[in-house]
């Protein structure tokens, strides 16, 4: 299709042109989606043969970034820029930008300033590993944002920052905090540049709430809807984001981002028998990827599956042992097979080779949590929401927390924040019922509220049901009691769930029954009751004798009323 045509041409343009620029991460995903097209005809690959227009090798085209065309006399700043893209590549950004020093394109300037930052990120890790430690805490701030921040505002106001030069001057200005014009100088370099996959990241991390998502000035572009997906996913809105990957599933059809995508989608909507199947479709069409694999380990973690998730550390580390993500995986290996303290072992590892990882901070949390040691659980869990607050499991283990150390009102708060991220997910609203339930708070109604917020999303577990037949059975609010039992009793009998839960359910919905003269009902559900062992056939036994008694009685009372009127 021409569609299809115009995007390959596309593609292999930007690819070639990030690389330029150094930026091989968005050179990389751009491959990653130049893959993912779908065949061409014959048709197409004869036109794509035509050579290039020298605009066009330039990155002149029509869609360009607006890079000015190579000239004759601009050589031996072409040798300058290669001597100082070589000393980039070997990661020596002092002597490129050295090297650039006095040279005006906008590809040098560019390059420049990039080496420039990129050094003075390296020298505020070292100053933490100093002052800090590996995963310690310090204020150590990259020296080299501001001068940066003058001379690039100076460029932009003038105009002749280009749209890689925006970019950097964007990421400056998120790190200065100063966010809202951070997205609008991004969304000018998207606008100018749609390919660079790292400015649309960049503009992710400033959409926080979907509102400011829908204000943003972006042109229509097929980039445009990946970015749309992928904040959808971030803002926990997975719907929503499932719809649009799939939607790009038929022009991408063979791209292993978005069967990646996809899968998280699932992951993140607790359907895990399906995101598990697309993980493994994704390992089969690239065995070597470690990229997202942190995910999958997550939901064999969960499944409980010791053999695959065995199996998937083994592969990591084959694959590449120095990844966070090959840590994480063996975190979880360990963490399933209960042994917590090397858990926490691999997940440190991780952080040190990636100090921003946000799994591990979550997950060295939880294990933080089964050791007992709740003063690291709540350092890591805070580090995780200083990462990304709008990690829910961050919130969510911060409240659990602080319920552990009794302290309620603390663990509300957590968990309020964790609604607001998840409004959808019953365990959130179960966990906070839970917590009003408090014997320092015991706001029974509160709790009740929450229950049923719990109950109208789907709460597989039941936790919901049950808790609410208990907190109206307590309040004396017998019919809604026994209307929350039947529920949860019809909700296990469908799971085919067997334990005390039951027991519980059939005992009040029998004495409901008889209390209310439904003797019938009430005579099914102990007899039901006499299957199962301990205090529950005995209390069932004196039910039936009581059902019984009053039968009888019902049963002699009509003749007694007609002997009084024999005449």
């Known amino acids: ?14 690819i070639r042109q990030l690389r330029e620029r150094g930026l091989y991460a968005a050179a990389k995903w751009a491959a990653e989606q130049l893959v993912g097209l779908r065949e061409e005809t014959e048709a197409e690959k004869l036109a794509l043969k035509r050579p290039l227009r020298r605009k066009e090798v330039a990155g002149q085209s029509n869609i360009g970034a607006g890079i000015p065309p190579r000239e004759e006399d601009e050589e031996e700043e072409e040798d300058v820029f290669c001597l100082a893209k070589s000393f980039f590549d070997v990661r020596e950004y002092r002597r490129a930008a050295h090297a650039l020093r006095g040279v005006t394109g906008q590809k040098a300037v560019f390059l420049r300033c990039y080496a420039t930052y990129l050094y003075g990120e390296k020298r505020k890790e070292e100053e933490i590993v100093e002052l800090a430690g590996p995963l310690g805490r310090s204020d150590a701030v990259n020296e080299e944002l501001v ?10 106001g003038k105009g002749t920052l280009d749209a890689f030069g925006s970019y950097l001057y964007g990421v400056i200005l998120h790190e200065r905090e100063r966010k809202v014009e951070a997205r609008s100088v991004l969304c000018s370099s998207v606008n100018t540049y749609p390919w660079n996959w790292s400015a649309w990241l960049e503009l992710q991390a400033l959409c926080t709430d979907p509102d400011i998502l829908t204000q943003l000035n972006l042109n229509d572009h ?10 959808n996913l971030d803002l926990h809105r997975n719907s929503d984001g499932l719809a ?4 790009l599933h038929v022009t991408f059809p063979r791209s292993d981002h978005i069967l990646a995508q996809t899968a998280t989608a699932h992951y993140n909507l607790r359907e895990f028998d399906e995101a598990e199947s697309l993980f493994e479709e994704l390992l089969r069409t690239d065995p070597f990827r470690i990229e997202g694999l942190d995910t999958y380990s997550n939901i064999l973690y969960v499944k409980e599956c010791f053999a695959a998730l065995s199996f998937l550390a083994h592969k990591a580390v084959l694959t590449d042992k120095y990844r966070p993500e090959t840590c994480c995986i063996i975190g979880n290996y360990y963490s399933l097979k209960a042994q917590h303290e090397k858990a926490v072992l691999y997940f440190k590892r991780a952080l040190k080779l990636n ?8 997950l060295m949390g939880h ?4 050791l007992k040691n709740t003063p690291a659980a709540i350092d890591a869990y805070r580090r995780a929401v200083d990462i990304n607050p709008r990690d829910y499991r961050a919130w969510y283990g911060l409240g659990q927390t602080y319920e552990l150390l009794v302290m309620p009102y603390y663990a509300l708060y957590y968990y309020r924040r964790a609604t607001q991220l ?7 609203w179960c966990a906070m019922g839970q917590c009003y339930e408090n014997e320092q708070l015991q706001m029974h109604d509160a709790a009740i509220r929450c229950y049923r917020r719990a109950v ?36 296990m009998e469908a799971d085919q769930n067997e334990g005390q839960d039951i027991v519980e359910a059939v005992l009040f919905l029998a004495t409901h029954c008889k209390n209310q003269n439904r003797l019938e009902e009430a005579e099914h559900y102990c007899t039901r009751l006499l299957d199962y062992g301990g205090p529950a056939k005995e209390d069932a036994k004196a039910l039936l004798r009581e059902i019984r008694s009053v039968q009888q009685h019902a049963a002699t009372q009509p003749s007694m009323d007609l002997e009084q009127f024999t005449p």
């Not at 299709?1 to 930007?14: C, G, N, S, T």
């Not at 001068?147 to 460029?155: C, R, T, V, Y």
């Not at 649009?244 to 939607?247: E, G, I, S």
């Open 1 to 14: 299709m021409a569609a299809d045509a115009h995007h390959r041409v596309e593609l292999r343009r930007a």
């Open 244 to 247: 649009r990957y799939r939607a």
């Open 147 to 156: 001068a940066l921040e003058q001379e690039l505002s100076a460029l932009y």
């Open 367 to 370: 294990e933080y949590v089964e």
């Open 422 to 428: 998840r409004p959808h997910d019953a365990r959130m």
């Open 222 to 231: 097929w980039m445009r809807d990946f970015f749309v997906a992928s904040v």
């Open 456 to 491: 109208t999303n789907n709460d597989r577990e039941g936790i919901a049901l049950h808790k609410l037949a208990k907190l109206h059975h307590q309040l004396g609010q017998a019919d809604q009691a026994a209307f929350y039992y039947q529920k949860n009793l019809e909700r």
């Open 355 to 362: 100090r921003k990882y946000l799994s591990a901070w979550t």
